[in-house]
């Protein structure tokens, strides 16, 4: 089992910037391949982002590339979302999640933490 809690959220103007945090407790947090997601008002839930166990690959939604920064510090057992440039459509709830090595399915989730951006 991993806990995973997200923090950072917040309300933010167009083309400001705002890092999510997700910590986590429980087993080795190393051991997981980490990702971001986001659901927006009336919109299901969509991929943002995803980092490996190492931080040394990362893959990102079109939407947000460019913009948005996956990484994480195993130290710290935390996992963060840099975001900038931040536009009214990205505008979601965001949650955290977790697989285990190699696995393509995403089986620990955060709570989720609000971002509103306004225009």
């Known amino acids: 089992q991993v806990q995973l809690v997200e923090s950072g959220g917040g309300l933010v103007q167009a083309g400001g910037s705002l890092r999510l945090s997700c910590a986590a407790s429980?087993?080795?947090?190393?051991?997981?391949?980490m990702g971001w997601f986001r659901q927006g008002p009336g919109k299901e839930r969509e991929f943002v982002a995803a980092?490996?166990?190492?931080?040394?690959?990362?893959h990102y939604a079109d939407s947000v590339k460019g913009r948005f920064t996956i990484s994480r510090d195993n130290a710290k057992n935390t996992l963060y979302l840099q975001m900038s440039s931040l536009r009214p459509e990205d505008t979601a709830v965001y949650y955290c999640?977790?697989?285990?090595?190699?696995?393509?399915?995403?089986?620990?989730w955060g709570q989720g933490t609000q971002v509103t951006v306004s225009s």
């Open positions: 999640a977790a697989r285990v090595r190699n696995s393509p399915i995403w089986t620990y």
């Open positions: 980092i490996n166990w190492s931080g040394g690959n990362t």
């Open positions: 429980g087993r080795t947090f190393s051991r997981y391949g």
